[in-house]
């Protein structure tokens, strides 16, 4: 795969001085739970431990990203929050394989630089930006956008990462709600990734899960984007397995493969319960965006042994529609 330039803003972004021009730089790296409870749930985009020279983009296979068949890729200009973290890497690197453009909402913009190398900026955009702090969302942000993913996220037990107000109240409510008031009307989907046993929070396992509040802010923020009045589609993840390659470079992510979980299950009403691939996690945000009539549902998701749907998109609106008539 050709790369070219991964463009910054110059350090003194400042978002009342924000131009074209400065919309360059990066936001969420997101965190594991504890060992004890991963057989209950994992909390979205968490961020690793591991050293690595290995590069993220080298996470996907080549069977796993079909660029011929997504709809008006040219036209598309798709804002990642999060893309950072486990699943949100997976979806960067998916969107620079597909040569959709795309724009990451980012904390730290080294982090960008090390993830993905240097893109071209017509295919990749870097802004510095904190969702946790709603003036850091300037409308000069937004200025082309026509999609959103959002993968942010962190750990649901306090942990270091919870450092600097990194919290989920902070993170998966204040954030998304942030994010959410800042968005254009033109905007044309927004994928939010959830998880399962938001709508379960009283319930065991999920009350366990839910000690320190993760699946409740979680939920907030689904509710407030669903009042929002923008398209919308939610994506709630199963304990999420193969990575993270939050270490990793974009090489190292193209590479990536879900192993022998390839096999998609989804459902609705916040039923299922089981693992999921940060790899079928990350082509079902992307698919979402085209398959019209998941605009205002959410789909639990998760993935077993057996051949799945790759990116073919005929599949992947079988599979979301099938979920609708269980």
Known sequence: MATTNL???????????????????????????????????????????????????????EEAVDTSDLASSSSKLVLVVGGTGGVGQLVVASLIK??????????????ATKLFGKQDENSLQVVKGDTRNAEDLHPSMFEGVTHVICCTGT???????????????????????????ALPSSV??????????????????WSIMNLFGVLKYKKMGEDFLRDSGLPFTIIRPGRLTDGPYTSYDLNTL???????????????????????SRLVVAEACIQALDIEFTQGKAYEINSVKGDGPGSDPQQWRELFKAAESK
Do not use: H, M
């Open 7 to 61: 463009s910054f803003a110059p350090p003194s972004y400042s978002r009342f001085a924000a131009t074209n021009s400065q919309i360059r730089n990066p936001l969420f790296t997101c965190l594991p739970l504890p060992s004890s409870f991963s057989s209950f749930f994992l909390v979205r985009n968490e961020a690793s431990s591991l050293s690595s020279s290995i590069t993220p983009v080298q996470a996907f296979t």
């Open 188 to 205: 044309k989907r927004v994928v939010l990734v959830s998880s399962v046993g938001v709508t379960k929070s009283n319930e065991l396992p």
């Open 254 to 276: 193209l590479k990536a493969t879900a192993g022998e979980r390839r096999a998609v299950v989804i459902g609705q009403g916040d039923k299922l319960v089981g693992e999921v």
């Open 155 to 181: 750990t649901a037990f306090p942990s270091k990462r919870w450092s600097e107000e990194n919290t989920p109240e902070k993170v998966d409510w204040e954030g998304v709600k942030n994010l959410i008031s």
């Open 98 to 111: 597909r040569n959709i453009r795309s724009r990451l909402l980012l904390r730290d913009l080294d982090k």
